[in-house]
């Protein structure tokens, strides 16, 4: 079956017109990804169709906080579907049905979710701006800040993450945008002492205007990891009280190592 035709024919046409660009295919493991994009400025918005031995469709944008929704949440449809929105198909002319469905649900409502899905569901979050100010910037507003509170960059991490969250919890009470820029010069005080404890580097993701630290070694997935010290600082500040186990969980290599 050729189900990149069928999918450009039934709903690659109308998403074009809206100014949705074909991305190509995706292969992982047994899974098809077929996926459209439209960018407006800083702002995506993605169409994403996955085959295995069934067919799902979602919709996301890159807007903070935002998180896809299978078509299979706005209208139901008359097949079968499972608890992740795949449904089964057993021949050509099924997925097809089931394509025509998919636009159904996309002019009905999923152009306009996926409007609503486009807008941040918070205002206290990383913004490009400040992302881009820690990327470019994190030597020396790490120096500034050590020196601003005290802070001892080699010594006790365990200290460190305590002095960390006794500074943020201590500004609870204030505006947003009193902290902002405290927590970006924390956020390169963590993440510096992050990279000396786990390794990795700073790193500039273009697709989503975001400054994190990849390539950290862990043991715990067998894998090399990534973290995000913006998004770890201001989730802190707004959470409101302290939770050390949270900031200190991010220096372990392994599940039960002690941080001193």
């Known amino acids: 079956m050729n189900k990149k035709k069928w999918i450009k024919e039934i709903i690659g046409e109308t998403v074009e017109k809206r100014g949705f660009e074909y991305k ?17 400025g800083d702002l995506k918005q993605y169409i994403s169709i996955t085959v295995s031995d ?16 299978s078509v299979t949440e706005l209208i139901k449809p008359k097949f079968d579907f499972d608890l992740g ?5 057993r021949s050509e002319e099924e997925f097809k049905e089931i394509l025509y469905y998919f636009w159904d649900v996309l002019v009905e409502k999923g152009f306009a979710v996926l409007e609503e899905k486009s807008k941040p569901t918070t205002e206290v979050r990383p913004k490009k701006e400040t992302y881009w100010e820690l990327y470019t910037e994190h030597e ?8 601003k509170y005290g802070l001892d ?12 969250s006794d500074i943020i919890l ?9 902290v902002e820029e405290m927590l970006v010069g924390l956020a390169a005080v963590y993440g510096s002492r992050l990279i000396k404890k786990r390794g990795g580097e700073w790193k500039w993701n273009e697709e989503h205007c975001s400054c994190t ?12 990891c990534a973290n995000n010290p913006l998004v770890e600082m201001i989730s ?22 002690e941080i001193f």
């Open 24 to 40: 190509g295919l995706e292969v992982d493991g047994f899974l098809e990804g077929y996926s459209y994009e439209r960018k407006e």
């Open 54 to 69: 069934g067919v799902r469709m979602t919709l996301n944008t890159n807007a903070y906080r935002q998180i896809w929704v």
């Open 85 to 89: 929105g795949f449904i089964d198909y």
């Open 140 to 147: 020396e507003l790490n120096k500034t800040y050590c020196e």
């Open 153 to 164: 960059e080699t010594g006790s991490i365990r200290k460190l993450v305590k002095k960390i």
């Open 170 to 178: 201590g500004t609870k009470e204030q505006k947003f945008s009193e």
């Open 213 to 224: 630290i990849d390539d950290m070694w862990s043991d715990i997935y067998k894998c090399e």
């Open 236 to 257: 802190y500040w707004e959470n409101g009280k302290e939770d050390m186990d949270r900031l200190l969980q991010e220096f372990k290599q392994f599940w039960n190592e």
